[in-house]
């Protein structure tokens, strides 16, 4: 867990690489810090927004609280919910079986898992909800494992964590629930009683957390607020052609199996007699991980737009099952099958840290980074060269590979439009209490971030802007939308601009040149910073 957070962390904490949807939860939280109100979800635009139910939003607004708004506290909870469910993967293998290899394999496993680092450095549902399901995940495999009674901590893990999952995204957490539930009643290997399922203390806290915000904003914006979170759940997610469903679910597995490569190869050479051996020792939990699986698939299959982050909510628990094959297969043995992989991972690493070595020399070092890389790098290689801990190698490896991302992604990302317009302003020595804003509106949530709390932020509408310009002294415009206005109305006090995707290779070649900053803003993105005259 620790291993992840140091790895992943760099590559998370920042804004290296924004995912769109971030920014509904970002504006949402700065607006709950501004007004007081932290139960209703604004947009940039200050619409109400319903779609999502509210724990994602506080995840940032309790970084908020604590760190400041800036991009390490919109995220760090995010970091910590993804090495959070590293360690419950841990948990849950040693809850099932006695062995503690299994574990630590599926541990490893769940860490090198691509989905889980990037949705770990976005501040969306998407990890928090693995992160609930996976301790919902607890109490099923309490019920499930072979030997003792089940634990008193069963059901409230069963269905506090289905809870919590629900207060952050939803159906899909009580579907997979209900899924779970009934599985537990009905399986032939080992049926569970209802008495020992209708457990009173834990289903009515569970259905307090579940349900609170949703009673909450019936009460203060009546029933019209389902609409809004029902058209988002179910109407504009759900695919309605039979050949659209068919193709998802294709790309589903496909994308399901993709995630845990090199894994599901290592396991080839003995995988019909470890799933023979497998299914012998707990057919109640193989079968409980082969139908959240397809659960899971038919679900990703249903949606009208497939992502890979859909499939990540049952990933731990097939993590676990992955790992039980692999020690069944006695994976280890085949030492040339794992230093194969490792030093795939391990020759990308050489090739990215040899390109942050050249970027220092020009100009752009980050050595901290760099010597974390180096001292990662030597004790891989030490692993390949004994032979030894191999498993961790490859989960190290592919770790690394995000930090040396970040030595690049840092130099074309920042400094972002929210860090150079902070410094403009502030250098400026004016006071602008509200500002509009016409661009990106994805750009708009970093810099509405970074404005707080002396500056408002607000979008304009996307037809009739013109007229809302009216309304403001000062605006923030991106380039594509500066010919629209009346300029004689305005003057430009200032401009943040950053590096064009088809220009990348130019910039960097011309890195620390002086022709580098006529290039970077002839082919560069700008928002300028603008004023009525007066």
């Known amino acids: 867990m620790g291993i992840f957070c140091l790895l992943v962390g760099p590559f998370a904490l920042s804004f290296n690489m924004n995912y769109p949807d971030e920014m509904y939860y970002r504006d949402a939280a700065v607006e709950m810090m501004r007004n007081g109100d932290y139960l209703t979800t604004y947009l940039g635009s200050g619409e109400l927004r319903f779609k999502k139910p509210i724990l994602t939003y506080w995840a940032v607004l309790a970084g908020f609280k604590l760190f400041g708004v800036n991009a390490f506290a919109s995220r760090i909870f995010f970091l910590l919910a993804g090495a959070a469910t590293v360690g419950l993967t841990f948990k849950l293998s040693k809850i099932l079986f006695k062995e503690e290899k299994i574990a630590a394999v599926s541990a490893l ?87 020992s399922l209708i457990h009173i203390p834990s289903l009515l806290v569970s259905s307090f957390i579940a349900l609170f915000w949703f009673l909450a904003m019936w009460k203060i914006h009546g029933p019209t607020y389902l609409d809004s979170f029902l058209g988002d759940q179910v109407g504009v997610r759900v695919a309605s052609k039979s050949f659209l469903v068919f193709k998802h679910g294709l790309i589903a597995l496909g994308l399901l199996i993709a995630m845990f490569i090199p894994w599901v190869l290592l396991a080839i050479p003995q995988v019909k007699s470890s799933i023979s051996k497998a299914w012998k020792e707990n057919p109640q939990f193989a079968g409980f991980a082969f139908l959240w699986a397809l659960a899971i698939l038919g679900m990703s299959a249903m949606t009208s737009v497939m992502y890979e982050r859909y499939l990540l909510p049952v990933a731990p628990v097939l993590a676990v099952y992955l790992g039980w094959i692999l020690i069944n297969g006695e994976f280890e043995k085949r030492k040339m099958g794992l230093r194969i992989a490792t030093l795939i991972f391990f020759t990308l690493n050489l090739v990215l840290f040899g390109g942050g070595i050249f970027l220092a020399i020009k100009g752009h070092a980050m050595w901290a980074i760099l010597f974390l890389i180096l001292a990662v790098l030597i004790y891989i290689g030490r692993l390949i060269w004994k032979g030894e801990k191999l498993p961790k190698a490859i989960t190290f490896s592919f770790l690394l590979i995000f930090p040396g991302y970040t030595l690049f992604t840092s130099l074309i990302s920042f400094p972002h439009q929210g860090q150079q317009l902070s410094e403009i302003i502030e250098s400026a ?3 602008f209490e509200t500002i509009g804003f016409k661009g990106n509106n994805h750009t708009s949530s970093k810099i509405r971030m970074s404005l707080y709390p002396e500056t ?17 002294k000062t605006l923030i415009i991106e380039d594509r939308f500066y010919d629209s206005l009346n300029q004689e109305q305005f003057q430009i006090l200032d401009q943040s601009v950053n590096w064009s995707s088809k220009a990348i290779p130019d910039l960097i070649n011309t890195f620390g040149k002086p022709e580098f900053n006529s290039i970077l803003n002839k082919t560069g993105k700008k928002f300028y910073l603008i004023q009525k005259k007066p």
């Not at 549902?125 to 634990?151: E, Q, R, W």
């Not at 059901?155 to 159906?171: D, I, R, S, T």
């Not at 509408?461 to 310009?469: F, L, S």
């Open 109 to 195: 496993i769940m860490a090198a898992n691509p989905v889980l680092i990037l949705s770990a450095g976005r501040s969306i549902p998407d990890v928090l909800l693995v992160l609930t399901m996976t301790l919902s995940a607890l109490g099923f495999a309490a019920y499930l494992k072979n030997d003792g009674p089940i634990p008193k901590w069963a059901p409230w893990a069963l269905y506090g964590g289905l809870a919590l999952a629900f207060e952050v995204k939803g159906l899909p957490a009580a579907a997979l629930g209900g899924i779970g539930i009934v599985y537990l009643l009905l399986n032939p290997w080992k049926r569970v009683s209802l008495k």
């Open 429 to 431: 020595n004016k006071n």
């Open 456 to 472: 408002r932020l607000t979008n304009l509408e996307k037809i009739g802007w013109q007229d809302q310009v009216q309304e403001f």
